[in-house]
């Protein structure tokens, strides 16, 4: 059973990985955010995510939130590599690095997970979890609030006359944040990176969530079931607020870390998940460096959208 957990949570990775393609060739295509939702590849990406989440839903059932959790960070290698392969996206010396890395630290995690406690957490911790899906919604809609309200426009600072960095596709300098007429607005980044942290936490929430569930008796009546749906709805809600304020790749390096870290802690203090006995250091070198490689990839330019080639029009 362990295996096909397994197999379920790189699968999942890799699906996670072509759909953030397919949304990327979708968005793009697509004239205006309107008609988005009619592009084919759009659709089938959402739909990849869609068989993604539920994979990674029966693997968390099996292994270790750590474990689960890492490998879904690896979707960040399958789309780097995907866009270089598909797209022809460029990919710097240090992403090709952070893919091998990818691969060495999943594999050596892989070897040192041991075992999660079968015990569900009792009815009270469930119901706690709830009341925090809903709290965290509150803040996700406070912080939203936050990130789409106008703010004033800093003028840039002079700079010498030197050759501009061309951006990661377009080979036109870029600023991480910009209001409508290209100007830096202020505060806007870290509005974002708050949206993308709590879109983490709300991921991560989910994670937990799904440890907790029991299908027996009134299950709609579950308590974990609507954590699941609630920390499910907001974190996605909250990575679009932050996708539409914020630097692509500091938005997914912020989400990711945060997804990863918060219910791996949750396992390993509360869960009952273990490492195999003796194993604890190559764990946690794996699980830094596997960290570290998703830090990397998330600021690669194959990552950004603008990687896809935009449609004449």
Do not use: K
Request: one cysteine or more; charged letters at 10%.
């Amino acid at each position: 059973m362990r295996i096909l957990a397994l197999g379920l949570a790189v699968a999942a990775a890799v699906a996670y990985g072509a759909a953030s393609l397919l949304q990327a060739v979708g968005a793009r295509r697509a004239r205006s955010a309107l008609v988005v939702w009619r592009e084919p590849a759009y659709l089938a990406g959402l739909g990849l995510d869609a068989i993604a989440w539920l994979m990674s839903l029966v693997a968390l059932r099996t292994l270790p939130i750590y474990l689960v959790q890492t490998v879904l960070a690896g979707s960040l290698a399958v789309t780097a590599v995907g866009a270089r392969m598909v797209l022809g996206a460029r990919l710097r010396r240090v992403d090709v690095g952070a893919i091998a890395v990818t691969v060495a630290a999943l594999g050596l995690l892989a070897a040192t997970s041991g075992t999660q406690s079968g015990d569900t957490f009792s009815r009270p911790a469930a119901f706690a979890l709830a009341a925090a899906s809903v709290v965290l919604a509150l803040a996700g809609w406070a912080a939203a609030a936050a990130a789409a309200r106008p703010r004033p426009a800093v003028a840039a600072r002079p700079r010498p006359a030197t050759a501009a960095r061309p951006g990661p596709a377009d080979g036109a300098a870029r600023p991480r944040s910009a209001g409508a007429d290209g100007e830096v607005t202020a505060g806007a980044g870290g509005a974002a990176a708050t949206c993308a942290a709590l879109a983490g936490a709300g991921f991560g929430g989910a994670a937990i969530a799904v440890r907790g569930l029991r299908f027996e008796g009134n299950w709609p009546a579950e308590p974990a079931l609507w954590a699941l749906v609630v920390f499910g709805v907001a974190g996605a809600l909250l990575y679009a607020v932050a996708l539409e304020h914020g630097d692509v790749a500091r938005v997914t390096a912020v989400l990711w870390t945060v997804e990863v870290i918060v219910p791996s802690i949750a396992g390993f203090a509360w869960l009952g998940d273990t490492v195999r006995p003796g194993w604890a250091p190559a764990a946690a070198a794996g699980f830094a460096l596997a960290i570290g490689a998703a830090l990397v990839l998330a600021r690669s330019p194959a990552q950004e959208p603008t990687a896809v080639p935009a449609p004449p029009r």
